[in-house]
C-alpha cells in the first residue's frame, strides 16, 4: 500500500486546476480526505457537501468564499505558502453548498470529514491562529493551528499546518496517535499536503508501526500528499531546502493526544 500521493494537474473546470484528490475512493483512509485546487483568477469551484464538514484553508492567493447564505470577501493572507503569514480559512458544515471564487491567482486545500452533526459556517482569519515554535536542535518548526482542538467549532476536523527550515525534523520524535486510548492517546489518522522551496526539493518521511507491519519511507515532493492511516510519521528536511505541510487530522474524538515512541523520546529532554 503507498501512501504517496504524487502531485496531479487537472484542469477539472476552466481556469481551475486539480493537484490533489484523495477519498475514500483512492485510499484507506475513513476519517479524513483532501482535495488541493489552483484556480486562475476569476476562476470558481463549487460543491454541495453531503454528509461531510469541511475546512477550506486559502493556501495563496485571495479568494471569496460563499457558504450558507453567507459570503466572505477577499480572503487569504498570503501570495506563497512560505509567507509564513497565517492565512484565512473557513469551516462549512454538513450538507451545505459552498463556492470559492478567485480574486488573484489563487490555491485552496479542502480537508473533509465524514459527520452528520452539523456546526455552523465559520471564517477562521489567521489572526486567531495559535502559533508555535516547537523543537530544539535540529528539530525546531514554526507550528501555525488553524483548528486545533481547543476552538469547539467543528465536530471531526483538526488543521495546523508546520514549517520547518532546512536541515530540521519535525513530527519528531517520532509519535503516533492510532490508538483509540483516551485520554493517554487519541486515534486520528493523518494528512500531509507538502510543499518546498525552493521547488525542486524534497523531504524524506517515514511512516511506520511499532511491529513494522507498515514501515514505508518515502521521498517527498512539492505539492505531493502522504497518507497516515496509523503509525509514526517523522519528516527530515535536507540541507538547503525548506519544508511546509499541513496536516489534516480526525478520527473518533476530536483531540490530539500523541504518544511519542519511547526509544526516541530522550531527544525532547535534551536540555
Ligand atoms: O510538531 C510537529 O513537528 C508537527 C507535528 O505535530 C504534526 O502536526 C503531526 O504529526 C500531528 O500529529
Known sequence: MSLLYRKQNQEIL???????????????MKYTSVKVLELDANSSYAETLGDFEAGIVVLAGKVTVTADQQRFEGIGQRQSVFDKIPTDSVYVGTGLPFSVTAQTAAK???????????FPV??????IHQ???????????????????DLPFAD???LVEVYTDSGNWSSYPPHRHDHDNLPTESLLEEIYYHEMQPKQGFVFQRVYTDDHSLDETMTVQNQD?????????????PDGYDSYYLNIM????????????????WIIDRK
Open 156 to 158: 471531526k476536523l483538526l
Open 14 to 28: 476552466p481556469g481551475v486546476h486539480l493537484i490533489q484528490d484523495i477519498s475514500t475512493a483512492n485510499s484507506p
Open 250 to 265: 480526525a478520527g473518533p474524538t476530536r483531540v490530539w493526544h500523541f504518544h511519542n515512541a519511547p526509544e526516541h523520546a
Open 225 to 237: 500528499v502522504v497518507i497516515v492511516p496509523k503509525g509514526y510519521h517523522p519528516v527530515g528536511v
Open 131 to 149: 502559533i508555535e515554535h516547537r523543537g530544539k536542535y535540529q528539530n525546531k518548526r514554526l507550528v501555525q493551528n488553524i483548528l486545533p482542538d
Open 108 to 118: 485552496i486545500l479542502i480537508a473533509y470529514s465524514p459527520t452528520t452533526t452539523s
Open 122 to 127: 465559520r471564517l477562521l482569519k489567521g489572526d
